[in-house]
């Protein structure tokens, strides 16, 4: 069975641009979470989504949108990008919301010049 | 917020011998929790999960210890490998906070052949 996949793998933008990152979660997963990683951090938490609701938002400005489309897939916007955006944007998918095992993408290498 | 930290940033191990990689968390109500493995430029590897109501779950050649009463969790892992060589996170869901996992910075590991 397929992972959790996302596209772009990398990406260059320059400041004041806009991106968008796609993730497929595992199949039967209904629920995904989006997550930035600066080098050398931990992920942080930025979104997630069940059920094409937003389920919970982390600590980030609003220039960070994301949704999720009836197939369960879901993309990550973020606008008027800073150099501070740089980072690994990851997707994590989980069959339900709550405690249940959650499982990463390779992520997006975002880099922002 | 939620605060996940670990003890130590780098451990190194003689292959063949075992690991111990600890974190501590702040948020008692805290009710599931995952170790992850990442290997340089590929997302996380779920390892292991725990819920709040165990103190102790086993897997392959990996075992992690929950202490509620100091909020501590620990990784072992036995007879190290090179291939275990990574950054050890562990995550934690605050109950009822769906999706929302809160990582530390990390433990690097390097096993020493």
């Known amino acids: 069975d397929a992972g959790v996949t996302q596209s772009p793998t990398h990406l260059i933008k320059t400041r004041g641009q806009h991106v968008t990152l796609r993730c497929s979660p595992i199949?039967?997963?209904?629920?995904v979470s989006w997550y930035q990683q600066v080098l050398g951090q931990g992920p942080q938490f930025i979104f997630q989504?069940?059920?094409?609701?937003?389920?919970g938002r982390g600590n980030f400005p609003d220039r960070f949108s994301a949704r999720q489309f009836p197939n369960y897939s879901s993309e990550l916007n973020v606008n008027a990008l800073l150099l501070g955006d740089s980072a690994l944007y990851l997707c994590?998918?989980?069959?339900?919301?709550?405690?249940?095992?959650?499982?990463f993408g390779p992520g997006t290498r975002l880099t922002v010049t | 917020g939620e605060s996940v930290g670990l003890h130590l940033p780098t451990l190194s191990v003689q292959e063949g011998d075992n690991s111990i990689i600890n974190c501590a968390y702040s948020?008692?109500?805290?009710?599931?929790f995952i170790w992850y493995k990442q290997e340089s430029g590929k997302g996380p590897q779920f390892i292991i999960d725990?819920?709040?109501?165990?103190d102790k779950r086993q897997g392959q050649r990996v075992t992690v210890l929950l202490n509620k009463t100091v909020k501590h969790l620990s990784l072992q892992i036995a007879a190290t490998q090179p291939g275990d060589s990574a950054v050890y996170f562990c995550?934690?869901?605050?109950?009822?906070?769906?999706?929302?996992?809160?990582f530390g910075t990390g433990t690097s590991l390097t096993v020493i052949p």
């Open positions: 994590a998918s989980s069959f339900v919301t709550g405690s249940y095992e959650q499982y």
């Open positions: 199949s039967g997963h209904k629920s």
């Open positions: 725990i819920r709040s109501n165990m």
């Open positions: 995550a934690e869901n605050a109950a009822a906070g769906g999706n929302q996992f809160y």
């Open positions: 948020n008692s109500a805290s009710d599931y």
């Open positions: 989504y069940y059920e094409k609701e937003e389920r």
